[in-house]
């Protein structure tokens, strides 16, 4: 028989550098979570993409275990590293932070595809478009 789940806890963390301080501690102490466990997992599942935030779905059972998976990064932290910047404008639509050119467009909108309500290419990069937008971020 399937385990109950108890709850679903969705966090941003950056990858291979989860610690038991929040959000992870809390959020996974509130629960009776091994803490460390998650944080082990975790680091090791993403060590590889050192820095970037990774957003974490972690499916809490009803017997304290937990499973998780991982996304793509967030599309705006994707604009970031493309147009190589630290954040985006302080003031959108009024002052720019950079541009994007078609190609970096269509590789974010692709690369984030299975996250995204679409199937359609065309439709995930107007998605993108408009995260850039409101960034500040120019697009060709």
Known sequence: MAKKIKTIIKLNIPGG???PAPPVGPALGQHGLPIMEFVKA?????????GTIIPAVITVYEDRTFSFITKKPPVAEMIKKAIGKEKGSQKPGRESEGTLTKTQVEEIAKAKMDD???SDVAQAIKI?????RSMGVDTE
């Open 128 to 132: 993108v478009e408009g995260a850039a």
């Open 42 to 50: 975790f680091n090791e599942k993403t060590a590889e993409m050192k």
């Open 17 to 19: 550098e989860a610690t």
């Open 116 to 118: 995204l309500n679409t």
